[in-house]
Every structure is written in structure tokens, then in C-alpha cells.
């Protein structure tokens, strides 16, 4: 059984092909048509997962869509039903009529059927928190509470479901306008960030906020009630994400609540930090408040958490505190890019009733190149490289001697964090290697933080706790008595965001941590994504020359072969 799961519909449109049960390989759309966060159909997506696995699309035998049009036809809209001018709108206008008459509660999903000469491929619309939710068939859990948040999907902004053995029942749901996701992105927007897309920013801009007598935290809390079955609601005559014709996500009147202006500076002023941390602290309280009621629901001990606020790595270290959940699972991908895959999953366990048989343990699913294929692009080039025999101990001596490098190896990673195989890699002992970093490399802004990917191992050593964070899914405390020595992934409120590294995963970039170990007494790196603002992952050798020569990094790594300036 061939399925391929796509996200087809707003950021991030992606691919995923499930052979038999199991996940065969993914990539967004942004690595390889080079168009940050793009909502452009997967087709180069499409088309490389075909070739790679040399297949036709005839040998298909479904496609997973995460999204179920069929919702948005509950209400039915005269001027689109009846527009003629396009004859295919009749595959709207048909269903759209033919709703009215149904009284029955719209399903999950709905099929298509694509009839060629001698191959019938069905297309599954799967619900879209459904698809966020199914990322249980691929947890590893037999059973499991399963949280899904996001800005929306259909009508949808989030739900509780319970995931037993090869079926996923839906216990409550969210329903937009209350979203939790354009909530946040809201306070994003008024911080002069993009909303949908720079949230990353708003929350490590949080850390520079004051915690104590912070006057925003009070005057957004009131913005939102939180009641004991875990829902909440939003006081609606303060936020515009709801009225789409109009241009921000916020409007006057919270302006004025807060008493303050949309930010039109590059940087942050204390204000805007002080808000920061206020709207991170309300997310917080609206998570934990959800997480809460859902364990009571349940009473499991396991987590999935999925949709686009589970990105929120600050919050997420914090479940095991806050909550009795005491494992927990948040996929690479738990927005949309990973929805796809997420609605594939559904397809063949629920669906199909096929006995589950894949565990995710690492993110390694996309693009990979031969030594020779290498070559013959630095070649062509007519580049200067040298080959090396051991990538992994001359990465680490390189990195102990202050240099930064691009590190390029094995299969591309799906989702938003660079894991070990497309990541710049630099020393934490350097106090001012993020400044550094952040303004010849990266070039953003001087207040983001970045990432130790650390041996397993060695977690408990540095940090006050240790929480497997496999997919760097999680922040945690740094210990006070250690922050002296890697102050290069030390934030500003004293946390990190984590990447716990086992050998089984990539034993390549575990051999490179090992080997910095063995020469500077620290078990970690820094590790951020390779690409600079504004540009997607590097996906191909010519993505990492081009980010090599527009960037300040000393050196690229590029399988065995080392390129430096």
C-alpha cells in the first residue's frame, strides 16, 4: 500500500510517502522551490519522493489530504455555488447543494476517486486536527491523551482526542474564533513581527521581560477566560484575526487596553520585551489549563501534542512540572508541514485497520548526496576542497579552534529544526559567539538564542533536569554551576533549548560531539539551522555554496570534502 500524504492548503505545503506502514520519506516544498514557508502545492515535493523511490504516480494507491473541505460546506455559500464561470467549480457547487439536503453531522473524511485506464487512486480529505492528532500512530504509545492546538483548521482551533492501539476517538473540540495559535500570534504582530511565521521570535524575545509587577501580564490574562473542562475563549472585541478582510490580527481598542503602539523598529525596546513575556506567560496559562482538564479526561499517562503551537518549545519543557503527564511525544513536524503526514498515518491505521509498524525516532527523511555527486558539483564550480577521512573529528577540532562551520551530511531533516545533517555548528564556550552568529551569519535579530545539541549522556550534568528532546521540542534549565562554561547557549533567563543526541540516531554528528568532548571537557555544540533570515534549510549542495559565500562562515562540510575561505 503507496500513500502519499500531503499538506495542500496554507504554510508550509508538504509530502510524505508511507510505503506498507511505513515512513519512507518527506520534505516541505520550501527546500526545494527555495520559497520561504510557501503555500504553492507540493509538486517538486511530489515529483522528488517519486523519483527517489522510483515510482510512478499510477503506482499510488491514495493520497492523504489534511484538510476536509467538506466542513467548510456546512455553510452554504450562494455565490460560489453558483458561479459558472470556471465549468470545474461544479466539484464545489455539486457537494456544496447536495450538503443542504443531508442532515446528518459532517464525516472526518471524505474520498474522491481518480479512475485512470487501469488504476483507480483514491484521495482521502482527512480532517485537519485529526491529521494533527494521528501523529499517535507514529509515537511509539499504545495509548495515549492527544492535545491538538493550532491558529484553525476548518472551523476547528484545537481538541482532545484518546488514542488506543490502532484508533483515534475525539473526546472535545476548540472551535475558532478561540485559538490559541492567533492569540499568539496577535502579541507576534504588535511586536512588529510577521504573524504566522515569526513567533519564534516573540518567544525568545520573552525571556527579556520582566516577571515581577509586569503590567501587561494582567491586562491580556483579562483578555481571556479559562474554564475547568480546559476550554477557554477569548474576549473578542479586542483581536481582528477572526475578520479576515481587515489587514492585522489586532485592532484599536487593544492598543489602547494596553497602551501601546504597533512596533515599527527593527529592534525591541524593555516595552516590548515586558510584552513578550506577558503574552508567553497567558499561552502558558491557557496550555496548561487544557493540559490539565485533558489528563482528568483521561487519566494516561502519555502526551501527544500536536498543531502549530506544540513549536513552542519554552512551554513544552515545562509539561512535566505543570502537568501529570509523564511522557511525551511532539513530532518534528506538529504543524502543518507535518499535518500531511499526520493525515497518511490516519489513512492506513484507522482507516485501512493496518496493524501499526513505525515508530519515528529521527526527522532524517528528505534529500541526500554520494561523495561523487558532491564532487562533481565543486567541480563544476571550479572550487578549491580538500578531502577529508574523518569528517566528524576535523568538524570538532575546527569548532574548538572558534571557527563556524556548515555542517552538511547524510538526509535532509523534515521540519523546522536542523537536527545534526543541515546545521551550522560553533563553540557554547564562546561568550560572544551568538552575537557573532546572529549578526554575520544568520542575520537577525541580536536577542535569539540558539541551541546545544548535547550527548545523551551528559544531559543530566548540565541541565537541572533531564527531559528527552530528541527533536529539539523542548527548553530546559541550565544549571547555575555550568552556565560559566557554555555561555554561548545560555539564554538571557537562564535556559536552553535542548537537543539530546544518542548515537542510534545519527552516529555521525554524535561521533563529532564525542570528539569535541574528548578536546575541550564539553559534551555539546551549538547547533541552528543552515540557511540565513529569509532563506529555507539548505537542501542542496547549491544551497550550502550559496548560503557558504553569502554568510560569514569559515567552513562548509560537505560529506568528506571541506571547503574553506
Known sequence: MKILGLNTIGFNTSASLVINGKLIGSIEEERLNREKRTRKFPIKSISYLLNKNNLKFEQIDALAISWNPLINLEKFNFSQSEDKSFIPNITFSVPSYVLKLNSDKTPDFFVQDLKFKKKTIKIYYINHHISHASSFFFSGFDNSAILTLDAFGEKQSGGFYIGKKNEINKLDSFYFP??????????????????????????????????????????????????????????????????????????????????????????????????????????????????????????????????????????????????????????????????????????NNQILRRKRSYVMKNNYLGPSYTNNEVLSVLKKYKLSYEYISNPSLVGAKLISENKIIGWFQGS??????????????????????????????????????????????????????????????????????????????????????????????????????????????????????????????????????????LSGLDVIIINNYIIEK
Open 412 to 549: 535532509l531533516e523534515f521540519g523546522d529544526r536542523a537536527l545534526g545533517n543541515r546545521s551550522i555548528l560553533a563553540d557554547p564556550r564562546k561568550k560572544d559567539i551568538k552575537s557573532k552568529i546572529n549578526k554575520i551569519v544568520k542575520y537577525r535579530e541580536p536577542f535569539r538564542p540558539f541551541a546545544p545539541a548535547v550527548l545523551d549522556e551528559h544531559v543530566k550534568n548540565y541541565f537541572t533536569e533531564y527531559q528527552e528532546s530528541i527533536f529539539m521540542e523542548k527548553t530546559v534549565n541550565v544549571k547555575k554551576k555550568k552556565q560559566k562554561l557554555i555561555p554561548g547557549i545560555v539564554h538571557k533567563d537562564g535556559t536552553a533549548r535542548l537537543q539530546t543526541v544518542k548515537k542510534i540516531n545519527n552516529p555521525k554528528f554524535y561521533k563529532l560531539i564525542e570528539e569535541f568532548y574528548k578536546l575541550t571537557n564539553i559534551p555539546m555544540v551549538i547547533n541552528t539551522s543552515l540557511n540565513y533570515k529569509g532563506d529555507p534549510i539548505c537542501s542542496s549542495i547549491e544551497d550550502i555554496l550559496k548560503t557558504f559565500y
Open 178 to 347: 478561540h485559538s490559541l495559535g492567533s492569540f499568539y500570534s496577535t502579541f507576534t504582530e504588535i511586536c512588529g513581527f510577521q504573524p504566522q511565521s515569526d513567533e519564534w521570535k516573540l518567544m525568545g524575545a520573552s525571556a527579556y521581560g520582566i516577571k515581577s509587577n509586569n503590567i501587561f501580564y494582567k491586562k491580556i490574562r483579562n483578555l481571556v477566560d479559562l474554564y475547568k473542562n480546559g476550554k477557554f475563549e477569548l474576549n473578542l472585541k479586542y483581536f481582528n484575526h477572526y475578520m479576515f478582510h481587515r489587514p492585522y490580527f489586532f485592532n484599536k481598542k487593544l492598543l489602547t487596553h494596553l497602551n501601546i503602539k504597533k512596533n515599527k523598529k527593527s529592534n525591541l525596546s524593555q516595552k516590548y520585551y515586558n510584552l513578550s513575556y506577558a503574552a508567553q506567560k497567558v499561552f502558558e496559562d491557557i496550555l496548561f489549563n487544557s493540559l490539565n482538564a485533558l489528563y482528568k479526561k483521561t487519566k494516561s499517562k502519555n502526551l501527544v501534542f500536536a498543531g502549530g503551537c506544540a513549536l513552542n518549545c519554552l512551554a513544552n519543557g515545562k509539561i512535566i512540572k505543570k502537568t501529570r503527564f509523564e511522557n511525551i511525544f511532539i513530532p518534528p513536524v506538529p504543524d502543518d508541514s507535518g499535518a500531511g503526514l499526520g493525515a497518511a498515518f490516519y489513512l
